[in-house]
């Protein structure tokens, strides 16, 4: 099973729409958690971090639900600039110092 | 502000070829160090990461090894490519040198192919 688990999508919305982003991690000492953006044949860059209380970043609403080891993104009135892959990361609570990263969910934004 | 510089862009090499990818940091000291690949169409894939100048965790066996010879550069460096070493590396830093969790910020990346 891996860490961290995304749909892979691709997700094809129209302009405006609303887009829910999910992600299971399967380590319950996980500590830190984020969503990066990652477009095409460029590199990732941080979108938000996610707080256990929830937090909102313009458009951009993030989820956490410990117990359930569930994450999500949710994208409010999509725009074509939108499109891009989503990436759910995790951290664990270890001696380690590296970050888990999904494999991302596809997201095209269509006219 | 911190930046970080990766080079080259984009380089095609020939199997069994060497091969050496630099990576420096600007505007921060002590950071986590970290090189990534990610194949075509797919996600992530942690190689290397320094903790500290000389300190270097491998993820996975590979053809491949990484130095770190100053606080502020990461090197990822092959003496045979393979076909299979194809893919756009990426390198990272991230702050609180010594600790997990904090956020990573990438380089632009290099785009490899090997014929």
């Known amino acids: 099973r891996k860490e961290v688990e995304q749909d892979p999508g691709p997700f094809n919305v129209p302009e405006g729409a609303t887009v829910a982003f999910n992600c299971t991690y399967s380590?319950?000492?996980?500590?830190?958690f984020f969503w990066y953006r990652q477009d095409c044949r460029k590199e990732p860059k941080l979108l938000m971090s996610?707080?256990?209380s929830g937090n909102e970043d313009g458009r951009f609403t993030a989820q956490l639900n410990r117990a359930s080891q569930y994450i999500s993104l949710l994208s409010r009135d999509s725009k074509l600039s939108d499109s891009a892959t989503y990436l759910c990361?995790?951290?664990?609570?270890?001696?380690?110092?590296?970050?888990?990263f999904g494999s991302g969910t596809r997201l095209l934004v269509r006219p | 502000s911190q930046t970080i510089h990766q080079w080259p862009a984009t380089l095609v090499q020939p199997v069994g070829s060497p091969l050496s990818l630099e990576c420096t940091v600007e505007?921060?000291?002590?950071?986590?160090l970290y090189w990534y690949r990610q194949a075509a169409g797919r996600g992530l894939q942690l190689l290397f990461y320094?903790?500290?100048?000389?300190?270097i965790s491998s993820e996975v066996p590979q053809n491949l090894s990484a130095s770190r010879p100053q606080d502020r550069q990461f090197i990822l460096s092959s003496k045979k490519l393979l076909l299979s070493d194809s893919g756009f590396y990426l390198c990272?830093?991230?702050?609180?040198?010594?600790?997990?969790?904090?956020?990573?910020?990438f380089g632009p990346g290099t785009r490899l192919t090997v014929l």
């Open positions: 990272a830093w991230s702050a609180l040198a010594g600790t997990s969790g904090s956020r990573e910020f």
């Open positions: 380590n319950s000492a996980s500590q830190s």
């Open positions: 996610v707080y256990s």
């Open positions: 990361v995790v951290n664990v609570r270890d001696s380690s110092y590296k970050l888990i």
């Open positions: 505007g921060t000291s002590n950071p986590n």
């Open positions: 320094s903790v500290g100048i000389g300190q």
